[in-house]
């Protein structure tokens, strides 16, 4: 943006003495976060249904959540230029205006390759979404109720990731998959509306030059390690020649980045965001925020259908637990973050820690409950952490930074999201292999225990029904360690993360 942002007075009271427009703003900018929230777990929820529909291989498929994560990576960082050229209001208009008709598109679409690319556009349109919105709210509201607007905002990224499988599996049960896609459209209208009028005013621009240089060397670095990341496990890594071939070409696009950065007049993100110790601890943080936002989503689903048979409506109800986690955290939030955000970043860590590492312990036989509470708690965590790691992050960045360093920052998050859960996905993976190979020795005729009595008729070694059927179970068990093993990681990363809470320097008092 500019070097002057808008700002709308605000009196020195609580977060009920703000204008109606400030109101508004909160709304749009929830509604906007919700939505695109939603989009990130909603397609693979339906991808099953898209598969027979569309009659893809698995292989195929997958591409409908990689090129839509490819063009999110590539999109994110153009927010600031974006922005700058086009103003607060006319971009977010357009940017809800694309994401809602490219969801619409997605419901219509009659073949894979129309699909694909309306994601690929949902993607696009959808990136700059949640950076705007947290730009606009730095902006324009003061720094004491910043806290308390960053809260309400994070309704929508917290919930949307969670809202998403549940009301997109009730959609696709009622009716099919097309209706999880539709049901985006009138909330995104509604959205439209928002824009319209709380961003009136709003549409200062600069002449902004685009440093096409930083942009292409830095699409290329960021969509070669997502390609890698997402289809690596498929590929084999790197016995892949193709994936080989895609980890040279983002190297060399990453050392051209970071050398044209340091060099260069006017870069394409200026390298001095990070000289700023707030920010640079804040992205950190954020990075491992984004490693733990999405992993219990990407795991529970398979293993509570796979391992334990529950339904989908069932397995949508126990995940969006986190949702309630989310509610109870909205109720300290506010006063944890203005008297000890460095404790409540902790706090937050450290339950996300106990959580994952409590999620470690379960066996094959966990129950509803154990289910219930590890999610609620872990909804608890992020939220406590949320809020204050944002604001102190961006307490020391100056105004006219906000739409940058908020690109930046959303950028980290959604790479950490997609490094961990690849990484979590091949420790699952590996483990289950590893584990299956382990314990098969043991089933064989000169193993006592199998011979016992009382040992289950169905498991006989005599019949090949039993054997499959006990090699099912050994295939179960092997894979129920497997999640273990991807909890524990889960739950390491958020305990060892904890002491950069540590480094941040206390925020200036609010004005």
């Not at 109720?145 to 009730?170: E, M, S």
Request: aromatic share 12%; net charge neutral.
């Amino acid at each position: 943006m500019s070097e002057t942002t808008p700002s709308l007075a605000t009196p020195q009271g609580g977060i009920f003495s703000i204008s109606g427009r400030h109101w508004l703003i909160l709304l749009m900018v929830q509604l906007a976060n919700l939505l695109f929230g939603m989009t990130i777990t909603l397609a693979n929820v339906v991808l099953p249904q898209i598969r027979g529909a569309l009659s893809a291989t698995q292989d195929e498929i997958s591409w409908v959540i990689t090129l839509n994560l490819v063009a999110t990576a590539v999109a994110t960082p153009m927010t600031h230029w974006l922005a700058s050229r086009l103003g607060w209001r006319t971009m977010m208009f357009c940017t809800v205006l694309g994401f809602t008709v490219a969801s619409f598109m997605c419901a219509t679409a009659t073949s894979l390759e129309s699909l694909i690319f309306y994601r690929v556009c949902q993607g696009l349109f959808g990136a700059p979404i949640m950076p705007m919105g947290q730009a606009i709210l730095l902006a324009t509201f003061p720094r004491h109720l910043q806290p308390t607007a960053l809260v309400i905002w994070g309704i929508g990224a917290v919930f949307g990731p969670v809202l998403g499988p549940v009301i997109g599996t009730v959609m696709t049960e009622i009716y099919d998959w097309r209706a999880a896609f539709l049901m985006i459209v009138p909330p995104g209208v509604c959205a439209l509306i928002c824009v319209w009028f709380a961003l009136r005013g709003m549409n200062e621009r600069s002449a902004t030059r685009l440093d096409w240089t930083g942009f292409l060397t830095l699409s290329g670095a960021v969509v070669s390690a997502q390609l890698i990341l997402d289809r690596g496990q498929r590929m084999d890594w790197f016995d892949s020649p193709e994936l080989v071939l895609i980890a040279a070409i983002g190297a060399v696009s990453l050392w051209m980045f970071v050398s044209h950065c340091l060099t260069t007049q006017n870069p394409f993100l200026n390298p001095k965001l990070f000289l700023d110790r707030n920010f640079t601890i804040g992205i950190a943080i954020a990075f491992v925020m984004g490693m733990l936002s999405f992993t219990s989503l990407t795991l529970f689903p398979s293993l509570l259908h796979d391992l334990r048979g529950y339904p989908d409506n069932i397995i949508g109800s126990l995940v969006a637990a986190r949702g309630l986690g989310n509610w109870l955290a909205f109720l300290v939030i506010v006063p944890f973050t203005r008297e000890a955000p460095r404790t409540a970043i902790a706090t937050g860590l450290a339950i996300q820690a106990f959580s994952g590492l409590t999620m470690a312990q379960f066996d094959i036989n966990l129950t509803f409950f154990d289910i219930f509470w590890t999610h609620l708690l872990q909804g608890f965590g992020q939220s406590i952490t949320f809020t204050p790691m944002t604001v102190m992050a961006f307490s020391t960045l100056p105004k006219h930074q906000a739409t940058e360093g908020s690109a930046i920052f959303t950028l980290m998050r959604n790479f950490g999201s997609s490094l961990f859960i690849s990484v979590t996905v091949l420790v699952l993976v590996r483990s289950t292999s590893m584990n299956y190979a382990r314990m098969s020795e043991f089933v064989n005729p000169y193993n006592r225990i199998l011979t016992f009595p009382d040992f289950p008729s169905a498991w006989s070694l005599e019949t090949l029904t039993g054997l499959a059927r006990l090699s099912n179970e050994v295939q179960r068990q092997a894979a129920m360690i497997g999640y273990v093993n991807a909890f524990h990681l889960m739950g390491f990363t958020a305990l060892l993360s904890i002491p950069l809470a540590c480094l941040l320097r206390r925020a200036p008092k609010a004005a």
